[in-house]
């Protein structure tokens, strides 16, 4: 049997680089694939994303709303078998659990029941509240960090551990309970003489063989003591399994930076851990030098072909910086056990992914069969043959701004023509044709829309404009075509408020043209305030593309705003360019190499956060390494001609 941990930095993005959720699987050949970071939500979770054919497959998904959680995390494991009933096999598991300590359902339950429904914890995991509030508990297991997975001769913790900089208090806290709760349930089945396996993405690197930044100040690092005093060398109960047959191996790195391409010189850490413990499965008399690694573990080792960067890829220092790599941050580290006889028949958990009613529909029952033959025939009776959740839009029309249903369009929105005169009430046909057309309100006042022009006289609305009018004032329910999305929208008011409806497109574009021609110049003016009018960062005005916000502003302006106005827009785009301009001039040379530096920008909340500075450019590495970064660091000034510090 073969076990394979894996993160793979979002499944959405694995599944389509291979092509397939099944070839993804495949090219693993193994029996057991744990996932982690699949970066899915339970509202996520279709059949091509955790469907395949000949896997059995147990989810765990983010289901809290903090900032930036939402679907984050998450694990999967997937079985490999060739009967999900009545099988025989080690790899379909005879029991499946989501998180630690079974809350997730009950909270689930009482969502839909009443907020005061009671958390229970099981007896089997009581020992989880001892210094621990099941608010907490609850917390741990909502971050889809943990599936657990009984297959009779052990039991398999697939596991995410969370990620926490030193100096965030709340995700250390986090971390130290997650940690706890982790190792009090599998000391309960270790105390009940089972087998534990727990693999996956500890974010923990124990030793600083295992690490390429071995600094001192980070070795007494309390989760790296803690997974050490574990370890079997210390007197814990868990194998390293790679450390066991690999103890001497050094740069067996299992995870690298994204963003300094550390795994161009593989300068990264062994975050993704197989851990064993328990007794071997023989049961002779005399067990003396017996143990689950000698007697069962014949491989394990890191699968570096899935790294992104190979050696015919391009260096970043030239030209490499900008290609995106495929692949995840990680790889995959697998293990082969073998003398694992087979076990007595049972069939797939309920937990497993076949078993989501989202995912293969509910069961249909007589009653809603009827009811909706029943909804089909209101529909038709009033004049709508053709109508789905997916393809019906809804209208209203009330002259004293009440919410009533007139008519039913499957095409889309309706256009000012084809309204009907009489007030058809529709509100019966379904609850979800109410809920579509909840803040829909189209407005007239008679068959010729007309508008208030200034000076007191009225206007017609051009034909052309007409559809676009009623489409703007339509609420967010109301649902858009595909083909909405990429059609030129003209903007009616200025040529209404100015009288000018007959200018066309073109003439319209060469007349906010001239009137930017005219700000350049009053901005040139000897009375002026040139922004831009040295030898290094002058132009020609012909070589300036006006961009679609100096083309709204043209037009917001054109008719609305006085002359101080249109010169403070032109101002502000001038000295927009004008940055951008002294940004790509001013970039710095790195000390080492004597290269283009490379900007980034602060995204940790503190006094610098989104404030600019400039590194060097090439991939990190060994600092013996003269080809790897140098560890050059520049501010970037936050004003023009402001000096860096």
Aim: glycine share 6%.
């Amino acid at each position: 049997m073969k076990i394979v941990t894996y993160n793979v930095n979002g499944l959405r993005p694995r599944i389509s680089q291979h092509g397939s959720l099944l070839k993804l699987l495949n090219s693993l050949h193994s029996d057991i694939i744990c996932f982690q970071e699949t970066k899915l939500s339970k509202e996520e979770l279709t059949a091509d994303l955790i469907m395949a054919e000949g896997y059995e497959s147990f989810f765990s998904c983010t289901c809290t709303s903090g900032i930036g959680r939402t679907g984050y995390s998450g694990v999967a494991t997937f079985c490999r078998v060739n009967s999900a009933f009545s099988s025989k096999e080690v790899a379909l598991p005879v029991a499946a659990e989501e998180g630690f300590t079974g809350l997730l359902e009950q909270s689930r339950r009482s969502n839909t029941r009443k907020k005061d429904f009671p958390l229970e914890v099981s007896a089997k995991v009581e020992c989880l509240l001892e210094g621990t509030t099941k608010e907490e508990l609850l917390k741990v297991d909502s971050e889809g960090r943990c599936v657990i997975t009984d297959h009779g001769h052990f039991v398999l913790f697939n596991i995410y551990g969370p990620r926490a900089e030193h100096d965030d208090k709340e995700r250390t806290q986090f971390k130290l309970t997650f940690f706890n709760v982790l190792q009090k349930r599998w000391g309960a089945f270790l105390s009940q003489g089972k087998r534990v396996f727990v693999v996956g993405d500890l974010n923990i690197a124990p030793a600083a063989i295992d690490r390429c930044d071995a600094d001192p100040k980070f070795e007494e690092n309390q989760f790296r003591k803690w997974l050490r005093s574990l370890l079997v060398e210390r007197g814990g109960p868990f194998f390293d399994v790679f450390r066991s047959k690999h103890p001497e191996r050094t740069e067996a790195y299992t995870c690298w930076s994204q963003r300094t391409g550390a795994e161009e010189f593989n300068f990264g850490s062994r975050i993704d851990h197989i851990l064993i413990a328990g007794p071997c499965l023989h049961q002779d008399h005399d067990m003396q030098g017996h143990n689950i690694i000698d007697c069962h573990v014949t491989e394990c080792d890191i699968l570096t072909e899935f790294k992104r960067w190979k050696p015919e890829n391009t260096p970043r220092w030239k030209g490499g910086r900008s290609i995106k790599l495929e692949g995840s941050d990680h790889v995959p580290v697998y293990v082969i056990l073998s003398e694992l006889p087979d076990l007595p028949e049972h069939s797939t958990p309920s937990l497993a992914a076949r078993y989501v009613p989202r995912i293969h529909g509910f069961q249909q029952t007589i009653a809603t069969l009827l009811s909706k033959r029943q909804v089909a025939a209101k529909v038709k009776n009033h004049g709508c043959s053709q109508l789905s959740d997916e393809n019906a839009t809804m209208g209203s029309w009330d002259d004293n701004s009440t919410r009533s249903l007139d008519y039913c369009s499957v095409s889309g929105s309706p256009s000012i023509e084809n309204i009907p005169t009489s007030n058809q009430q529709c509100d019966d046909i379904s609850p979800s044709i109410n809920e579509q057309s909840a803040g829909i309100a189209n407005e007239a006042e008679e068959e010729t829309v007309r508008v208030k022009l200034r000076g007191g006289t009225t206007k017609p609305i051009p034909p052309q404009y007409m559809k676009t009018t009623k489409k703007a004032k339509l609420g967010s329910s109301s649902q858009r075509t595909l083909r909405s999305y990429f059609q030129k929208k003209p903007n009616p008011s200025v040529d209404v408020d100015c009288g000018n409806s007959d200018i066309s497109h073109g003439q319209e574009d060469i007349t906010r043209q001239n009137e930017y021609s005219l700000l350049t110049k009053e901005l040139n003016a000897p009375n002026g305030d040139p922004v831009v009018n040295n030898e290094n960062n002058s132009f020609q005005k012909n070589e300036l593309d006006l961009s679609p916000s100096i083309r709204h502003q043209g037009d917001v302006n054109a008719c609305s705003s006085s002359q101080e106005d249109k010169y403070s827009v032109a101002l502000f785009e001038w000295q927009r360019i004008q940055q951008l301009m002294d940004k790509h001039k001013t970039v710095p040379l790195c000390k080492g190499h004597n290269e283009p530096c490379v900007s980034r920008v602060v995204k940790k909340p503190g006094p610098n956060l989104g404030r600019r500075f400039y590194v060097c450019g090439r991939a990190e590495g060994p600092s013996s390494n003269p080809e790897t970064n140098c560890g050059f660091f520049e501010w970037a000034a936050s004003k023009s001609g402001q000096k860096r510090r």
